[in-house]
């Protein structure tokens, strides 16, 4: 494609936008929000869901296990990972936490290690805390042992 021609659509482009937009403002019709509300009010969030400190059953094999408390404050980054303070099997029995699988200390290729491998450091990548919320869609999901 030649300058010329990419420099022409590129122009006729940004017109029709612009016109699009003037078209919008012109036609005197409010900007409403999803939420119901004005873009600049605040909207009182109700709680959707609370944390169940029961520990939740496992919906099918393989299911990574919920967490039965609250992360929020957890520091998981690249530096740190406060879940490993209770979870690492150096911790877990003085803690009376669970011991984290053995998955979690293997390497890409296999290698026993003595420290958690770094594609697992991340626990909240598969790990969410369980709680008792209600569902956006409706789903006919069944657990194996329901079936």
């Known amino acids: 494609m030649s300058k010329h021609v990419l420099t022409s659509t590129i122009a006729a482009v940004t017109l029709l936008a612009l016109a699009g937009l003037a078209v919008a403002q012109s036609a005197g019709i409010p900007l409403q929000s999803l939420r119901g509300a ?21 919906s099918y094999r393989q299911q990574p ?8 404050q957890y520091q998981i980054d690249l530096s740190a990972n406060q879940c490993l303070g209770c979870h690492d099997w150096a911790n877990a029995g003085n803690r009376g936490a669970p011991t984290l699988s053995m998955t979690h200390y293997l390497d890409r290729d296999n290698n026993q290690l003595d420290r958690v491998s770094g594609t697992r450091w991340f626990c909240n990548q598969c790990h969410v805390p369980q709680a008792d919320a209600p569902e956006l869609i409706g789903n006919t999901f069944q657990s194996s042992s329901e079936r």
């Not at 004005?38 to 496992?58: H, I, M, S």
């Not at 296990?65 to 929020?72: F, G, K, N, Q, R």
């Open 38 to 58: 004005g873009v600049d009010e605040q909207v009182a969030v109700q709680d959707n869901f609370r944390l169940d400190e029961k520990r939740f059953v496992r």
């Open 65 to 72: 296990p919920l967490v039965p408390h609250s992360i929020d």
